[in-house]
């Protein structure tokens, strides 16, 4: 199985830009369709982009399309997810997630579609 590692969270302003990583072991990345899922307290997970095997495709949550922009370097088992226009709505503890089904990006949308969790890192922008 692999294990996933998040990265790069921290404490920005409104308009700030982040790189979140998420470093894999275990297992090669490419074996692994991946996505990014962000949680506050008292609400559920939500899903925020994900990416398939190659990397060539990629599908965003409404909210974050046109800021956010995940990818994937599988020479470095790592998943990115790159962060612009930051607002404070987009504070929060953010996962990425692998899982090992074969749909397509835009139907793998739910928590329960993935197997494989890191542990989390907080992204705050404050106003």
């Known amino acids: 199985q692999v294990q996933l590692v998040e990265s790069g969270g921290g404490l920005v302003q409104a308009g700030a830009s982040l790189r979140l990583s998420c470093a894999a072991s275990?297992?090669?990345?490419?074996?692994?369709?991946m996505g990014w899922f962000r949680q506050t307290p008292g609400k559920e997970r939500e899903f925020v982009a994900a990416?398939?095997?190659?990397?060539?495709?990629?599908f965003y949550e409404d909210s974050v399309k046109g800021r956010f922009t995940i990818s994937r370097d599988n020479a470095k088992n790592t998943l990115y997810l790159q962060m612009n226009s930051l607002k404070p709505e987009d504070t929060a503890v953010y996962y990425c997630?692998?899982?090992?089904?074969?749909?397509?990006?835009?139907?793998?949308?739910?928590?329960?579609?993935?197997?494989?969790w890191g542990q989390g890192t907080q992204v705050t922008v404050s106003a």
């Open positions: 990416i398939n095997r190659s990397g060539g495709v990629t």
């Open positions: 275990g297992r090669t990345l490419s074996s692994y369709a």
């Open positions: 997630a692998a899982r090992t089904t074969y749909v397509e990006v835009r139907s793998a949308l739910a928590p329960n579609d993935y197997r494989y």
